[in-house]
């Protein structure tokens, strides 16, 4: 049996810090589950989220790249049960749409908002989540990194298979590559067979992509010329930009640097910005331009296989107790990590 009462860090006003409240464990109603919670990624999206610009109302609990086991199943729920080891997609879906229906689950029709920030998420020892959200964790990949994978690592391969196809020997350039999911960006274009050039203007997280061999070579994008470096360094054929940053700088750098037939893929989210192209440039280069929203189920399932058979290692540069929450998205803020920020969640041993 659960605990009665859990800890969740609840947000009382957008833009305002989190509270350690006691609340009751609540019950899952039909077709949902309670998730025992392990650990919940932190990224820049959350950053958006706990400022009030991706919607939902307060107080809220929230969190969504989590990882954990299922405690309780409601009513309806036959896939599931207790012991079971689960992340899940953070886009609350109709499942029945027609986009839904056919594998573009990303544009539902009906899309309910984000977990965590639309109802209470996972930064609390226990947490309610829709029984279709879920993806089983395979054995062989730890529930500390599942969380990230179903958002940072299921991200880049849905831009990697759906918004490029990328093809073996194919050069891709990857801007923000020291970011969160920029890091998971170079390793999944490698598993699918490219060759990663990774763009990146902050000093100390290029140099932690050098020390750990992520990109087949690296461009700092401080330097005036960061364009057409790249175009060098893919000896004119670079066939995808990824953008992480999506600043009119990088937006204007990373189109300049396709090649013919290339595909331009905008991943960060900016409200401010433009894609401009030329027109001639688009029709006679047959240049592809394009967003990534997030990532499947399937997609997240086939990002934990990527995990598994050791192909992408997931990037963790800080763990930090589920009390110290504030601690985990002022390290975001500041930018001040490599790789993603993890929160402990997991109630501590004896307590009730
Ligand atoms: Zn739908």
């Known amino acids: 049996m659960p605990p009665d009462t859990m800890t969740a860090m609840v947000l009382d006003r957008f833009g305002g810090s989190f509270r350690a409240e006691s609340r009751p464990v609540p019950r899952p109603g039909p077709g949902e589950v309670l998730v025992d919670i392990d650990s919940c990624g932190v990224g820049l999206t959350l950053e958006h989220g706990r400022l009030g610009l991706l919607g939902g109302s307060t107080p809220r609990v929230l969190g969504h790249e989590l990882a954990g086991q299922v405690a309780v199943v409601g009513p309806g729920v036959r896939l599931w049960a207790p012991g079971d080891r689960v992340t899940a997609s953070f886009y609350l879906l109709c499942g029945s749409c027609d986009m839904c229906a056919s594998g573009r689950e990303t544009l539902c029709r009906n899309n309910g908002g984000f977990y965590g920030l ?90 932690e992509l050098e020390k750990r061999g992520l990109a087949d070579v690296l461009v700092d994008s401080g330097a005036p010329d960061w364009s057409a470096q790249v175009v060098r360094a ?84 800080s763990v930090l107790p589920l009390v110290e929450l504030d601690s985990a998205f002022a390290a975001i803020r500041a930018n001040e990590v490599f790789g993603r920020v993890v929160v402990d969640c997991a109630a501590p041993a004896g307590a009730s």
């Open 118 to 207: 639309a109802v209470d998420g996972a930064f609390a020892e226990q947490a309610i989540v829709p029984a279709h959200s879920l993806v089983p964790v395979p054995d062989g990949v730890g529930l500390r990194e599942a969380g990230l994978v179903a958002d940072a690592v299921a991200t880049p391969y849905h831009v990697a298979a759906q918004r490029i196809g990328i093809r073996p020997g194919q050069h891709v350039a990857v801007i923000g590559a020291g970011g969160g999911v920029g890091v998971h960006m170079l390793q999944v274009a490698r598993a699918f067979g490219a060759r990663v050039i990774g763009i990146e203007r902050d000093g100390a997280k290029l140099a």
């Open 234 to 317: 893919a000896g004119g054929r670079l066939t995808a930009c990824v953008d992480m940053v999506s600043s009119q700088e990088t937006l204007d750098g990373g189109i300049d640097a396709l090649d013919a037939g290339g595909t331009f893929v905008v991943v960060g989210h900016r409200a401010d910005t433009q894609v401009r192209v030329p027109s001639t440039r688009l029709l006679l280069g047959e240049l592809v331009v394009t967003g990534n929203r997030y990532a499947t189920r399937a997609e997240i399932a086939a990002s934990l296989e990527l995990v598994r058979t050791g192909r992408v290692e997931p990037v963790i540069g």
